[in-house]
């Protein structure tokens, strides 16, 4: 395995001894796992407070009290431990709309708002998460963008699937739903990764207002179209 900025000599764990026995009640691979999270939770931190290229394996470990056997037990290089830490917070937020849309009046105009706000307060609240997820996200490597571009299409299509349920004809006006989505979910990050770049400086219901202003002027246009629609 190769070990090159991470600057600590990978160990791999033990496979005498106690494989396969239970400890205090709780199996290996339980036990795996509950390491597995605390290196993700520990490299929030880490890559939330230094940034991704400074970070080393020993940094990570130090934060989650875990020697680097155990690191390389769950992953073979900060890369795929900064995926994991990607993909949770992204998992995080997705989780967290969907409740919030739940909770919303079927209302595009409303919809927008909830899942808009749900985001802006999601990385407001914790930094950590818009460092990663907004700003290292963008230069960690080619594995890294495929993830990213996945998350995107994730919301993206959620956009899209909502405009389609409430404007079907949209097609008929040569307006691609997919594409529209696309271009506010786009803008709607590129906003808020400026908002974090200036510490979230301007107060968040300026920047929803703003923000929720490019999702209006979509919804009135596609509303206005549907309505000439014959």
């Not at 495929?146 to 006006?173: C, E």
Request: net charge neutral.
């Amino acid at each position: 395995m190769t070990v090159s900025r991470n600057r600590v000599n990978p160990a791999n764990p033990s496979t005498s001894g106690s494989l396969g026995r239970r400890y205090a009640g709780i199996d290996p691979q339980e036990r795996q796992r509950q390491r597995k999270a605390r290196l993700i939770e520990a490299a929030l931190a880490v890559f939330g407070d230094k940034g991704y290229h400074p970070a080393t394996v020993r940094d990570v470990c130090n934060q989650a009290q875990l020697t680097s056997r155990y690191f390389y037990e769950s992953f073979d290089s900060m890369e795929a431990l900064f995926r994991a830490v990607y993909a949770d917070i992204n998992r995080q937020l997705m989780n967290t709309t969907i409740v919030a849309l739940a909770q919303s009046q079927p209302d595009p105009e409303q919809l927008a708002e909830a899942a808009l706000r749900t985001f802006l307060e999601f990385i407001r609240d914790d930094p950590r998460r818009a460092r990663v997820a907004l700003i290292d996200a963008l230069n960690v490597g080619e594995g890294m963008y495929s993830l990213a571009n996945k998350a995107t299409q994730d919301f993206s299509q959620m956009v899209a699937g909502f405009m389609q349920q409430f404007f079907p004809h949209l097609n008929q006006v040569g307006l691609n739903v997919q594409t529209l989505a696309d271009g506010l979910v786009g803008a709607s990050s590129r906003i808020a990764t400026q908002w974090v770049s200036d510490k979230c400086s301007t107060p968040i219901d300026e920047v929803l207002h703003n923000t929720l202003a490019l999702f209006k002027a979509c919804i009135g246009y596609a509303r206005q179209q549907s309505q000439a629609t014959p």
